[in-house]
Protein backbone atom coordinates (compact mmCIF):
# COMPACT_ATOMS: atom_id res chain seq x y z
CA UNK A 1 0.00 0.00 0.00
CA UNK A 2 1.30 3.42 -0.77
CA UNK A 3 1.86 5.94 1.98
CA UNK A 4 -0.64 9.05 1.35
CA UNK A 5 2.13 11.29 3.42
CA UNK A 6 4.52 10.72 0.85
CA UNK A 7 2.16 11.42 -1.82
CA UNK A 8 2.71 15.03 -4.01
CA UNK A 9 -0.02 17.41 -2.70
CA UNK A 10 -2.48 17.84 -4.99
CA UNK A 11 -2.60 20.95 -7.70
CA UNK A 12 -5.57 22.81 -6.83
CA UNK A 13 -6.19 23.11 -10.98
CA UNK A 14 -6.76 19.39 -10.88
CA UNK A 15 -7.27 18.44 -7.41
CA UNK A 16 -8.21 14.78 -8.25
CA UNK A 17 -5.28 14.78 -10.85
CA UNK A 18 -8.33 13.64 -13.71
CA UNK A 19 -5.85 14.71 -16.47
CA UNK A 20 -3.00 12.37 -14.62
CA UNK A 21 -4.95 9.57 -16.66
CA UNK A 22 -4.91 11.00 -20.02
CA UNK A 23 -3.08 9.69 -22.96
CA UNK A 24 -0.01 11.34 -24.26
CA UNK A 25 -2.19 12.29 -27.75
CA UNK A 26 -5.39 13.60 -25.30
CA UNK A 27 -3.00 15.93 -23.03
CA UNK A 28 -1.36 17.26 -26.80
CA UNK A 29 -5.19 17.47 -28.16
CA UNK A 30 -5.62 19.27 -24.39
CA UNK A 31 -2.84 21.65 -24.75
CA UNK A 32 -3.35 22.41 -28.22
CA UNK A 33 -6.71 23.73 -27.72
CA UNK A 34 -6.29 25.66 -24.81
CA UNK A 35 -2.75 27.54 -26.14
CA UNK A 36 -5.40 28.35 -28.99
CA UNK A 37 -8.15 29.41 -26.83
CA UNK A 38 -5.46 31.87 -24.46
CA UNK A 39 -4.22 33.08 -27.62
CA UNK A 40 -6.79 33.64 -30.08
CA UNK A 41 -10.16 33.67 -27.66
CA UNK A 42 -9.44 34.92 -24.58
CA UNK A 43 -8.57 38.76 -25.16
CA UNK A 44 -11.49 39.60 -26.87
CA UNK A 45 -13.89 37.56 -25.67
CA UNK A 46 -15.51 40.08 -23.06
CA UNK A 47 -15.07 42.84 -25.95
CA UNK A 48 -17.84 40.13 -28.03
CA UNK A 49 -19.99 39.44 -24.78
CA UNK A 50 -20.01 43.40 -24.67
CA UNK A 51 -20.87 43.71 -28.10
CA UNK A 52 -23.41 41.05 -28.36
CA UNK A 53 -21.68 39.25 -31.02
CA UNK A 54 -19.16 37.76 -33.10
CA UNK A 55 -17.30 40.39 -35.03
CA UNK A 56 -16.03 38.51 -37.53
CA UNK A 57 -17.62 35.12 -37.58
CA UNK A 58 -16.34 33.46 -40.91
CA UNK A 59 -12.70 34.78 -40.00
CA UNK A 60 -13.40 32.50 -36.38
CA UNK A 61 -14.83 29.61 -38.58
CA UNK A 62 -11.57 29.17 -40.32
CA UNK A 63 -9.44 29.43 -37.20
CA UNK A 64 -11.62 26.47 -35.83
CA UNK A 65 -11.09 24.72 -38.97
CA UNK A 66 -7.56 25.00 -39.17
CA UNK A 67 -7.77 24.29 -35.00
CA UNK A 68 -9.39 20.99 -36.37
CA UNK A 69 -11.92 20.59 -33.83
CA UNK A 70 -15.19 21.11 -36.49
CA UNK A 71 -16.67 17.49 -36.21
CA UNK A 72 -13.19 16.43 -34.76
CA UNK A 73 -15.11 13.15 -33.62
CA UNK A 74 -16.41 12.38 -37.06
CA UNK A 75 -14.14 9.83 -39.23
CA UNK A 76 -13.84 10.83 -43.06
CA UNK A 77 -15.00 13.31 -44.79
CA UNK A 78 -11.91 15.64 -43.79
CA UNK A 79 -12.66 15.17 -40.23
CA UNK A 80 -9.82 14.45 -37.44
CA UNK A 81 -11.70 10.70 -36.38
CA UNK A 82 -10.70 11.84 -32.90
CA UNK A 83 -11.52 9.68 -29.56
CA UNK A 84 -14.80 10.96 -27.71
CA UNK A 85 -12.21 12.24 -24.38
CA UNK A 86 -10.25 14.03 -26.96
CA UNK A 87 -13.03 15.97 -28.50
CA UNK A 88 -14.66 16.50 -25.11
CA UNK A 89 -11.27 18.21 -23.96
CA UNK A 90 -11.58 20.03 -26.49
CA UNK A 91 -15.14 21.34 -25.32
CA UNK A 92 -13.86 22.00 -21.78
CA UNK A 93 -10.70 24.09 -23.16
CA UNK A 94 -12.94 26.35 -25.40
CA UNK A 95 -15.82 26.66 -22.73
CA UNK A 96 -13.34 27.92 -20.24
CA UNK A 97 -13.07 31.08 -22.17
CA UNK A 98 -16.93 31.10 -23.07
CA UNK A 99 -20.02 28.63 -23.40
CA UNK A 100 -20.86 30.62 -26.89
CA UNK A 101 -17.33 29.66 -28.44
CA UNK A 102 -18.13 25.79 -27.67
CA UNK A 103 -21.07 26.29 -29.25
CA UNK A 104 -20.47 27.78 -31.94
CA UNK A 105 -18.41 24.62 -32.20
CA UNK A 106 -21.12 22.13 -30.45
CA UNK A 107 -23.82 23.09 -33.12
CA UNK A 108 -21.32 23.11 -36.47
CA UNK A 109 -19.69 19.91 -35.77
CA UNK A 110 -22.06 17.45 -33.20
CA UNK A 111 -25.18 18.42 -34.48
CA UNK A 112 -25.01 20.24 -38.64
CA UNK A 113 -21.96 17.69 -39.61
CA UNK A 114 -22.93 14.75 -37.21
CA UNK A 115 -26.80 14.80 -38.76
CA UNK A 116 -25.52 14.58 -42.38
CA UNK A 117 -22.78 12.32 -40.96
CA UNK A 118 -24.94 9.83 -39.26
CA UNK A 119 -27.92 10.34 -42.00
CA UNK A 120 -26.98 11.74 -45.12
CA UNK A 121 -25.84 10.23 -48.60
CA UNK A 122 -22.48 9.68 -50.06
CA UNK A 123 -23.28 12.90 -51.89
CA UNK A 124 -24.53 15.28 -49.24
CA UNK A 125 -21.56 13.76 -47.07
CA UNK A 126 -18.67 14.63 -49.82
CA UNK A 127 -20.68 18.12 -50.52
CA UNK A 128 -20.50 19.19 -47.17
CA UNK A 129 -18.89 17.82 -44.56
CA UNK A 130 -15.27 18.29 -45.89
CA UNK A 131 -15.91 22.42 -46.52
CA UNK A 132 -17.73 22.33 -42.58
CA UNK A 133 -13.96 20.67 -41.52
CA UNK A 134 -12.39 23.10 -42.85
CA UNK A 135 -14.20 26.18 -42.01
CA UNK A 136 -15.25 27.49 -44.96
CA UNK A 137 -19.05 26.94 -44.61
CA UNK A 138 -20.49 27.28 -41.40
CA UNK A 139 -23.99 24.91 -40.53
CA UNK A 140 -26.96 25.56 -38.22
CA UNK A 141 -29.50 22.80 -36.71
CA UNK A 142 -32.79 23.53 -36.74
CA UNK A 143 -34.88 21.73 -33.95
CA UNK A 144 -36.70 24.08 -31.62
CA UNK A 145 -39.79 26.18 -32.33
CA UNK A 146 -41.99 28.94 -31.00
CA UNK A 147 -44.08 26.80 -29.69
CA UNK A 148 -42.15 23.28 -29.66
CA UNK A 149 -38.78 23.70 -27.23
CA UNK A 150 -38.60 20.58 -25.50
CA UNK A 151 -41.41 18.68 -26.88
CA UNK A 152 -39.37 19.20 -30.03
CA UNK A 153 -42.26 15.89 -31.68
CA UNK A 154 -45.09 18.79 -31.62
CA UNK A 155 -43.47 20.54 -34.50
CA UNK A 156 -45.00 22.39 -36.95
CA UNK A 157 -42.68 23.11 -39.56
CA UNK A 158 -44.35 20.52 -42.77
CA UNK A 159 -42.81 19.59 -45.53
CA UNK A 160 -44.57 18.24 -48.44
CA UNK A 161 -43.58 16.58 -51.49
CA UNK A 162 -44.49 18.37 -54.73
CA UNK A 163 -43.41 15.71 -58.06
CA UNK A 164 -39.95 14.91 -57.21
CA UNK A 165 -39.29 18.24 -55.09
CA UNK A 166 -40.17 19.02 -51.33
CA UNK A 167 -41.32 22.09 -50.07
CA UNK A 168 -41.02 22.98 -46.38
CA UNK A 169 -42.71 25.80 -44.78
CA UNK A 170 -42.63 27.10 -40.94
CA UNK A 171 -40.43 28.89 -38.19
CA UNK A 172 -37.79 27.64 -36.15
CA UNK A 173 -36.48 29.58 -33.24
CA UNK A 174 -33.21 29.94 -31.03
CA UNK A 175 -31.07 29.19 -33.87
CA UNK A 176 -27.27 29.36 -33.22
CA UNK A 177 -25.54 30.60 -36.06
CA UNK A 178 -28.78 31.01 -37.85
CA UNK A 179 -28.05 34.17 -39.54
CA UNK A 180 -24.60 33.33 -40.35
CA UNK A 181 -24.97 29.86 -41.64
CA UNK A 182 -24.53 28.47 -45.43
CA UNK A 183 -26.34 25.45 -44.63
CA UNK A 184 -29.53 24.97 -42.30
CA UNK A 185 -29.94 21.06 -41.04
CA UNK A 186 -34.05 21.41 -40.70
CA UNK A 187 -36.42 19.10 -39.38
CA UNK A 188 -39.45 18.95 -40.73
CA UNK A 189 -43.07 16.23 -40.28
CA UNK A 190 -43.75 14.68 -43.28
CA UNK A 191 -46.32 12.06 -44.19
CA UNK A 192 -43.69 9.51 -42.96
CA UNK A 193 -42.97 11.22 -40.34
CA UNK A 194 -40.35 13.56 -38.99
CA UNK A 195 -37.51 13.74 -41.42
CA UNK A 196 -34.29 16.10 -41.81
CA UNK A 197 -33.63 18.41 -44.78
CA UNK A 198 -30.14 20.38 -46.14
CA UNK A 199 -31.24 23.47 -46.94
CA UNK A 200 -28.41 25.83 -48.62
CA UNK A 201 -29.28 29.12 -46.46
CA UNK A 202 -29.94 30.79 -50.18
CA UNK A 203 -32.56 28.90 -51.16
CA UNK A 204 -35.35 31.35 -52.27
CA UNK A 205 -38.12 31.42 -49.31
CA UNK A 206 -35.53 31.38 -46.22
CA UNK A 207 -34.63 33.90 -43.81
CA UNK A 208 -32.77 34.04 -40.62
CA UNK A 209 -33.36 36.48 -38.49
CA UNK A 210 -30.60 37.85 -35.23
CA UNK A 211 -32.40 37.38 -32.21
CA UNK A 212 -31.27 40.19 -30.03
CA UNK A 213 -31.16 41.27 -26.45
CA UNK A 214 -30.00 38.34 -25.01
CA UNK A 215 -28.52 38.64 -21.66
CA UNK A 216 -26.99 35.32 -21.88
CA UNK A 217 -24.56 33.59 -24.74
CA UNK A 218 -23.91 37.19 -25.68
CA UNK A 219 -20.69 35.74 -27.85
CA UNK A 220 -22.91 34.02 -29.84
CA UNK A 221 -25.33 34.30 -32.74
CA UNK A 222 -28.83 33.40 -32.15
CA UNK A 223 -31.23 33.48 -34.68
CA UNK A 224 -35.04 32.90 -36.04
CA UNK A 225 -35.31 30.47 -39.35
CA UNK A 226 -38.49 31.17 -41.57
CA UNK A 227 -39.55 28.44 -44.58
CA UNK A 228 -41.77 30.48 -46.33
CA UNK A 229 -42.44 27.16 -49.30
CA UNK A 230 -38.79 26.55 -49.60
CA UNK A 231 -38.56 24.67 -52.42
CA UNK A 232 -35.88 22.05 -52.58
CA UNK A 233 -34.93 19.21 -55.01
CA UNK A 234 -35.73 15.83 -54.06
CA UNK A 235 -31.49 14.75 -52.82
CA UNK A 236 -32.41 17.59 -49.76
CA UNK A 237 -33.46 15.36 -47.66
CA UNK A 238 -31.38 13.19 -45.58
CA UNK A 239 -31.93 9.85 -46.49
CA UNK A 240 -31.37 7.87 -43.27
CA UNK A 241 -33.56 9.99 -41.13
CA UNK A 242 -36.35 8.56 -39.57
CA UNK A 243 -38.18 9.86 -36.89
CA UNK A 244 -37.71 11.83 -33.36
CA UNK A 245 -34.87 10.02 -32.76
CA UNK A 246 -32.91 10.93 -35.84
CA UNK A 247 -32.72 14.42 -34.28
CA UNK A 248 -32.53 13.05 -30.63
CA UNK A 249 -29.29 10.95 -31.35
CA UNK A 250 -27.71 13.74 -32.47
CA UNK A 251 -28.30 15.74 -29.64
CA UNK A 252 -26.47 12.77 -27.44
CA UNK A 253 -23.73 14.22 -29.49
CA UNK A 254 -23.64 17.66 -28.52
CA UNK A 255 -24.89 17.05 -24.73
CA UNK A 256 -21.84 15.20 -24.52
CA UNK A 257 -20.11 18.06 -25.30
CA UNK A 258 -21.99 19.97 -22.47
CA UNK A 259 -21.01 18.00 -20.18
CA UNK A 260 -17.35 18.39 -20.78
CA UNK A 261 -17.78 22.14 -21.44
CA UNK A 262 -19.60 22.75 -18.17
CA UNK A 263 -16.21 21.80 -17.01
CA UNK A 264 -14.19 23.97 -18.55
CA UNK A 265 -16.80 26.93 -17.46
CA UNK A 266 -16.94 25.65 -13.85
CA UNK A 267 -12.98 25.34 -13.37
CA UNK A 268 -12.56 29.27 -15.04
CA UNK A 269 -14.89 30.16 -12.33
CA UNK A 270 -13.19 28.62 -9.84
CA UNK A 271 -9.27 29.62 -10.92
CA UNK A 272 -10.78 33.28 -11.08
CA UNK A 273 -11.92 33.12 -7.41
CA UNK A 274 -8.53 31.52 -6.14
CA UNK A 275 -6.78 33.99 -7.31
CA UNK A 276 -9.18 36.89 -6.37
CA UNK A 277 -9.25 35.78 -3.09
CA UNK A 278 -5.60 35.29 -2.68
CA UNK A 279 -5.02 39.21 -3.71
CA UNK A 280 -8.08 40.63 -2.39
CA UNK A 281 -8.15 42.13 1.00
CA UNK A 282 -10.78 42.84 3.43
CA UNK A 283 -10.23 43.59 7.83
CA UNK A 284 -6.29 43.67 7.16
CA UNK A 285 -6.05 40.10 5.40
CA UNK A 286 -6.89 38.11 2.50
CA UNK A 287 -10.20 37.54 1.74
CA UNK A 288 -8.78 33.74 1.13
CA UNK A 289 -8.39 33.30 5.09
CA UNK A 290 -11.76 33.80 6.30
CA UNK A 291 -13.74 30.07 6.82
CA UNK A 292 -16.66 30.96 4.80
CA UNK A 293 -14.37 31.89 1.88
CA UNK A 294 -12.41 28.96 2.40
CA UNK A 295 -15.92 27.03 2.24
CA UNK A 296 -17.30 28.53 -0.69
CA UNK A 297 -13.68 27.36 -2.39
CA UNK A 298 -13.94 23.70 -1.20
CA UNK A 299 -17.18 23.42 -2.60
CA UNK A 300 -16.14 24.56 -5.77
CA UNK A 301 -12.83 22.52 -5.89
CA UNK A 302 -15.03 19.32 -5.29
CA UNK A 303 -17.87 20.18 -7.84
CA UNK A 304 -14.98 21.10 -10.34
CA UNK A 305 -13.34 17.86 -9.76
CA UNK A 306 -16.17 15.40 -9.46
CA UNK A 307 -17.67 17.28 -12.74
CA UNK A 308 -14.68 16.44 -14.36
CA UNK A 309 -14.81 12.81 -13.37
CA UNK A 310 -18.05 12.16 -14.99
CA UNK A 311 -17.38 13.69 -17.92
CA UNK A 312 -13.92 11.54 -18.31
CA UNK A 313 -15.74 8.02 -17.30
CA UNK A 314 -18.69 9.13 -19.85
CA UNK A 315 -15.98 9.48 -22.38
CA UNK A 316 -14.19 6.74 -21.36
CA UNK A 317 -17.77 4.75 -21.57
CA UNK A 318 -18.32 6.65 -25.12
CA UNK A 319 -15.15 5.75 -26.16
CA UNK A 320 -15.98 1.53 -25.46
CA UNK A 321 -19.19 2.43 -27.20
CA UNK A 322 -20.91 1.35 -23.85
CA UNK A 323 -22.53 5.15 -23.53
CA UNK A 324 -26.45 5.30 -23.21
CA UNK A 325 -28.27 8.36 -23.91
CA UNK A 326 -29.65 8.56 -20.35
CA UNK A 327 -25.83 8.55 -19.44
CA UNK A 328 -25.37 11.61 -21.15
CA UNK A 329 -28.58 13.29 -19.36
CA UNK A 330 -27.03 12.53 -15.95
CA UNK A 331 -23.98 14.08 -17.24
CA UNK A 332 -25.64 17.25 -18.27
CA UNK A 333 -27.64 17.32 -15.16
CA UNK A 334 -24.65 17.16 -12.74
CA UNK A 335 -22.43 19.15 -14.72
CA UNK A 336 -23.97 22.27 -15.65
CA UNK A 337 -25.83 22.58 -11.95
CA UNK A 338 -22.19 22.48 -10.53
CA UNK A 339 -21.30 24.76 -13.03
CA UNK A 340 -23.86 26.85 -12.16
CA UNK A 341 -22.88 26.59 -8.34
CA UNK A 342 -19.45 27.23 -8.78
CA UNK A 343 -19.89 30.24 -11.08
CA UNK A 344 -22.74 31.62 -8.35
CA UNK A 345 -19.99 31.12 -5.43
CA UNK A 346 -17.12 32.26 -7.62
CA UNK A 347 -19.39 36.03 -8.31
CA UNK A 348 -19.78 36.12 -4.90
CA UNK A 349 -16.41 35.91 -3.39
CA UNK A 350 -15.46 38.96 -6.86
CA UNK A 351 -18.37 41.07 -4.55
CA UNK A 352 -18.62 44.29 -6.61
CA UNK A 353 -15.96 43.86 -8.92
CA UNK A 354 -17.80 39.93 -9.65
CA UNK A 355 -20.77 41.87 -11.74
CA UNK A 356 -18.22 43.56 -14.47
CA UNK A 357 -16.66 42.33 -17.60
CA UNK A 358 -13.68 42.47 -16.14
CA UNK A 359 -13.51 39.22 -14.53
CA UNK A 360 -15.38 36.39 -16.19
CA UNK A 361 -17.44 35.15 -13.40
CA UNK A 362 -20.71 36.95 -13.83
CA UNK A 363 -20.57 36.23 -17.66
CA UNK A 364 -20.06 32.68 -17.68
CA UNK A 365 -23.06 33.10 -14.69
CA UNK A 366 -24.61 34.33 -17.44
CA UNK A 367 -23.97 31.68 -20.55
CA UNK A 368 -24.94 29.09 -17.91
CA UNK A 369 -28.33 30.27 -17.66
CA UNK A 370 -28.72 29.21 -21.47
CA UNK A 371 -26.44 25.74 -21.17
CA UNK A 372 -29.07 24.59 -18.70
CA UNK A 373 -31.54 25.07 -20.78
CA UNK A 374 -30.59 24.21 -24.45
CA UNK A 375 -30.10 20.44 -25.28
CA UNK A 376 -32.64 19.72 -22.91
CA UNK A 377 -33.81 21.50 -19.95
CA UNK A 378 -32.71 20.64 -16.38
CA UNK A 379 -36.15 19.52 -15.92
CA UNK A 380 -36.27 17.53 -18.96
CA UNK A 381 -32.61 15.63 -17.92
CA UNK A 382 -34.09 14.56 -14.26
CA UNK A 383 -37.02 13.08 -16.08
CA UNK A 384 -34.75 11.11 -18.40
CA UNK A 385 -33.15 10.27 -15.43
CA UNK A 386 -36.17 9.14 -13.25
CA UNK A 387 -37.42 7.65 -16.49
CA UNK A 388 -34.12 5.77 -16.57
CA UNK A 389 -34.38 4.58 -12.95
CA UNK A 390 -38.07 4.04 -12.51
CA UNK A 391 -38.87 2.97 -15.67
CA UNK A 392 -42.02 5.32 -15.38
CA UNK A 393 -42.05 7.84 -17.74
CA UNK A 394 -43.40 11.50 -16.38
CA UNK A 395 -42.90 13.38 -19.60
CA UNK A 396 -46.44 13.72 -20.62
P1 LIG B 1 -39.80 9.68 -27.08
O1 LIG B 1 -41.01 8.93 -27.48
O2 LIG B 1 -39.24 9.50 -25.72
O3 LIG B 1 -38.62 9.38 -28.12
C1 LIG B 1 -38.84 9.37 -29.53
C2 LIG B 1 -37.82 8.38 -30.08
O4 LIG B 1 -36.50 8.88 -29.83
C3 LIG B 1 -35.77 7.96 -29.01
N1 LIG B 1 -34.97 8.78 -28.09
C4 LIG B 1 -33.68 9.00 -28.29
N2 LIG B 1 -32.85 8.52 -29.22
C5 LIG B 1 -31.58 8.92 -29.16
N3 LIG B 1 -31.14 9.77 -28.21
C6 LIG B 1 -31.94 10.27 -27.27
N4 LIG B 1 -31.48 11.12 -26.35
C7 LIG B 1 -33.28 9.89 -27.28
N5 LIG B 1 -34.36 10.18 -26.51
C8 LIG B 1 -35.38 9.50 -27.02
C9 LIG B 1 -36.83 7.13 -28.31
O5 LIG B 1 -36.32 5.88 -27.93
C10 LIG B 1 -37.89 7.01 -29.39
O6 LIG B 1 -37.45 6.07 -30.34
P2 LIG B 1 -38.53 5.12 -31.08
O7 LIG B 1 -37.70 4.24 -31.95
O8 LIG B 1 -39.23 4.40 -29.97
O9 LIG B 1 -39.42 6.04 -31.84
O10 LIG B 1 -40.07 11.20 -27.43
P3 LIG B 1 -40.84 12.33 -26.64
O11 LIG B 1 -41.61 13.11 -27.65
O12 LIG B 1 -41.58 11.74 -25.47
O13 LIG B 1 -39.67 13.29 -26.11
C11 LIG B 1 -38.63 12.83 -25.33
C12 LIG B 1 -37.76 14.00 -24.82
C13 LIG B 1 -38.54 14.95 -23.96
C14 LIG B 1 -36.64 13.39 -23.97
C15 LIG B 1 -37.14 14.74 -26.02
O14 LIG B 1 -38.09 15.28 -26.81
C16 LIG B 1 -36.13 15.79 -25.63
O15 LIG B 1 -34.95 15.45 -25.47
N6 LIG B 1 -36.51 17.10 -25.49
C17 LIG B 1 -35.53 18.17 -25.32
C18 LIG B 1 -35.37 18.90 -26.62
C19 LIG B 1 -33.98 19.42 -26.82
O16 LIG B 1 -33.04 19.01 -26.17
N7 LIG B 1 -33.82 20.29 -27.79
C20 LIG B 1 -32.50 20.75 -28.16
C21 LIG B 1 -32.51 21.49 -29.47
S1 LIG B 1 -30.92 21.75 -30.18
C22 LIG B 1 -30.15 22.82 -29.17
O17 LIG B 1 -30.62 23.18 -28.16
C23 LIG B 1 -28.81 23.29 -29.61
S2 LIG B 1 -28.10 24.35 -28.46
C24 LIG B 1 -26.59 24.73 -29.07
C25 LIG B 1 -25.48 23.89 -28.55
O18 LIG B 1 -25.60 22.66 -28.51
O19 LIG B 1 -24.44 24.43 -28.18
P1 LIG C 1 -40.01 25.16 -22.79
O1 LIG C 1 -39.94 23.85 -23.44
O2 LIG C 1 -41.16 26.06 -23.10
O3 LIG C 1 -39.79 25.05 -21.26
C1 LIG C 1 -40.12 26.09 -20.32
C2 LIG C 1 -40.00 25.50 -18.90
O4 LIG C 1 -40.94 24.41 -18.76
C3 LIG C 1 -38.61 24.90 -18.63
O5 LIG C 1 -38.26 25.11 -17.29
C4 LIG C 1 -38.84 23.43 -18.86
O6 LIG C 1 -37.92 22.58 -18.18
C5 LIG C 1 -40.26 23.26 -18.32
N1 LIG C 1 -40.88 22.05 -18.87
C6 LIG C 1 -41.22 21.78 -20.17
N2 LIG C 1 -41.75 20.55 -20.25
C7 LIG C 1 -41.75 20.02 -18.99
C8 LIG C 1 -42.17 18.78 -18.44
N3 LIG C 1 -42.65 17.79 -19.18
N4 LIG C 1 -42.04 18.62 -17.10
C9 LIG C 1 -41.50 19.59 -16.31
N5 LIG C 1 -41.08 20.79 -16.80
C10 LIG C 1 -41.21 20.99 -18.12
N6 LIG C 1 -32.53 24.90 -30.53
C11 LIG C 1 -32.19 24.35 -31.74
O7 LIG C 1 -32.95 23.58 -32.31
N7 LIG C 1 -31.00 24.66 -32.33
C12 LIG C 1 -30.11 25.53 -31.76
O8 LIG C 1 -29.03 25.78 -32.33
C13 LIG C 1 -30.46 26.13 -30.50
N8 LIG C 1 -29.62 27.05 -29.94
C14 LIG C 1 -30.05 27.73 -28.82
C15 LIG C 1 -29.29 28.81 -28.35
C16 LIG C 1 -29.74 29.54 -27.26
C17 LIG C 1 -28.96 30.73 -26.79
C18 LIG C 1 -30.91 29.16 -26.58
C19 LIG C 1 -31.39 29.91 -25.37
C20 LIG C 1 -31.66 28.10 -27.04
C21 LIG C 1 -31.26 27.38 -28.18
N9 LIG C 1 -32.04 26.36 -28.72
C22 LIG C 1 -31.70 25.78 -29.92
C23 LIG C 1 -33.36 26.08 -28.15
C24 LIG C 1 -33.32 25.20 -26.91
O9 LIG C 1 -33.03 23.87 -27.24
C25 LIG C 1 -34.68 25.33 -26.21
O10 LIG C 1 -34.71 26.63 -25.64
C26 LIG C 1 -34.88 24.27 -25.14
O11 LIG C 1 -35.04 23.00 -25.72
C27 LIG C 1 -36.10 24.57 -24.23
O12 LIG C 1 -37.21 24.91 -24.98
P2 LIG C 1 -38.05 26.25 -24.63
O13 LIG C 1 -37.08 27.36 -24.52
O14 LIG C 1 -39.14 26.35 -25.63
O15 LIG C 1 -38.65 26.02 -23.19
Known sequence: MSDPRKAAAPDPDDFLDVD???????RDIRDTVRGFAARELLPDVADWF??????????????????????????????????????????????????GLRSFVSVQGSLAMTAIHKFGSEEQKNAWLPRMAAGELIGCFGLTEPDSG????????????????????????????GSIADVAVVWATTEEGIRGFVVPTDAPGFSANTVHGKLSLRASVTSELVLDGVR??????????????????CLNEARYGIVWGAVGAARACYRAALDYA?????????????????????????????????????????????????????????????????????????????????????????????????????????????????GISAFR
Open 20 to 26: GSLSAEE
Open 50 to 99: DAGTIPEPRALAKSFGDLGVFGMHLDGYGCAGASAVAYGLACRELEAVDS
Open 150 to 177: SDPGSMRTRARRDGSDWVLDGTKMWITN
Open 232 to 249: LPADALLPGSSGLGSPLS
Open 278 to 390: ATREQFGRPIAGFQLTQRKLADMVVDVNQAALTALQLGRLKDAGRCHHTQVSFGKFACVAAAQRVAREARSIHGANGITLEYPVLRHMLNLETVATYEGTEEIHALSLGHAVT
